[in-house]
T-cell receptor
């Protein structure tokens, strides 16, 4: 058990809809990272937050947004969903702001867009 | 430009045989390097990491990796494969120029009984 909790585990929704994925980092970790994993794109970095502030942005679409709350949990919002958004979405946390701190991953949320 | 490259998207070995999964990075300055394993329907789990110091790094489950600056490589090995090693393996780097993790495309390891 990595200590990173993601909910829900599975999500099935229709095109055009909006969903929210939630992540609770390990106790004491200040950084939260979001990744998208799909068969054709591999593991894609989306965005990182550190202590409530956005720190780095990767290949995140404009339809997607995220935030980290004062209690350090994070939410990833996906809107105007398309079939291609179907993927596994992982949250990871680390104590600091990158450098040599390894990431600890949650078990992911599997999103299916129909 | 790719920061980390994993050669071979699929590797098959017989049970008891040597496991060798290849990872090369592109950086003029030695980065921080990691190997992760992903079992079906699970998140990524840290196997081992290299930051500074000894170039041969030992991880969990009998895996180890050697950092070779001259070859810009960080290959993962295990002397004797076990059926339970069947999984997806990811190499990752943090470049010293920033704080982002860059993951390779992954190598799927199959262990043949």
């Amino acid at each position: 058990d990595s200590g990173v909790t993601q909910t829900p585990k599975h999500l099935i929704t229709a095109t055009g809809q909006r969903v929210t994925l939630r992540c609770s980092p390990r106790s004491g970790d200040l950084s939260v990272y979001w990744y998208q994993q799909s068969l054709d794109q591999g593991l894609q970095f989306l965005i990182q937050y550190y202590n409530g502030e956005e720190r780095a942005k990767g290949n995140i679409l404009e339809r997607f947004s995220a935030q980290q709350f004062p209690d350090l949990h994070s939410e990833l919002n996906l809107s105007s969903l398309e079939l291609g958004d179907s993927a596994l979405y992982f949250c990871a946390s680390s104590p600091g702001d990158g450098q040599n701190s390894p990431l600890h991953f949650g078990n992911g949320t599997r999103l299916t867009v129909t | 430009a790719q920061s980390v490259t994993q050669l071979g998207s699929h590797v098959s070995v017989s049970e008891g045989a040597l496991v060798l999964l290849r990872c090369n990075y592109s950086s003029s300055v030695p980065p921080y390097l990691f190997w992760y394993v992903q079992y079906p329907n699970q998140g990524l789990q840290l196997l081992l990491k290299y930051t500074t110091g000894a170039t041969l790094v030992k991880g969990i489950n009998g895996f180890e990796a050697e950092f070779k600056k001259s070859e810009t490589s960080f290959h993962l090995t295990k002397p004797s494969a076990h059926m339970s090693d069947a999984a997806e393996y990811f190499c990752a780097v943090i470049l010293n120029t920033g704080n982002q993790f860059y993951f390779g495309t992954g190598t799927s390891l199959t262990v043949i009984p």
